[in-house]
């Protein structure tokens, strides 16, 4: 659990992970050696597990987002596994989440074009054996939480 202290020193690194020590002790009034103690133990204790680079995917040339629903069959540990092993390393790949219910996997991409996405789809998942139904949605917008409050 956190405390009031590690809660805030969270909430100031959500706004802005660049931030200085002596920035986020101000904010949350302790020393700047108290904040730095309790970011270090943050860490320690893998509540802070780095910090991300936001890019604007337009800019780099994958302006087009999806959302693909893959079911695998069989549903078998190895094939679960190697599935999600080999689609997250995929550069098209932006995040693997591993689902119950009607679909195995929701695989967020970002590709350069509508014909890079039907290409990620017919040419690469459905070229799977274990791969028994792909659903895909074009992502229209992306609205992201970059501050969640700890409970």
């Known amino acids: 659990m956190l405390d009031e202290l590690d809660t805030a020193i969270v909430r100031e690194l959500q706004a802005d992970a660049r931030r200085t020590n002596r920035d986020i ?3 949350v009034g302790v020393s700047p050696t108290t904040a730095l103690d309790r970011t270090r133990g943050l860490r320690e204790r893998g ?3 780095g910090a991300a680079l936001d890019l604007d995917l337009a800019a780099i040339g994958r302006p087009v987002q999806a959302m693909i629903a893959v079911r695998i069959r069989p ?3 190895r094939n679960i596994e190697g599935f999600r092993n080999w689609v997250s390393a995929l550069p098209d790949t932006l995040g693997v989440f591993v689902t119950s219910g009607t679909e195995d996997f929701l695989i967020h991409v970002a590709v350069p074009d509508n014909e890079s996405l039907y290409a990620f789809v017919i040419d690469r998942l ?3 054996p274990e791969v028994a139904d792909v659903r895909t949605s074009v992502v229209y917008e992306h609205l992201r939480n970059p501050r ?3 409970v």
């Open 75 to 77: 549903p078998s540990r």
């Open 148 to 150: 969640i409050r700890p």
């Open 47 to 49: 509540v802070i597990r």
């Open 126 to 128: 459905t070229e799977r």
């Open 25 to 27: 002790a101000a904010a």
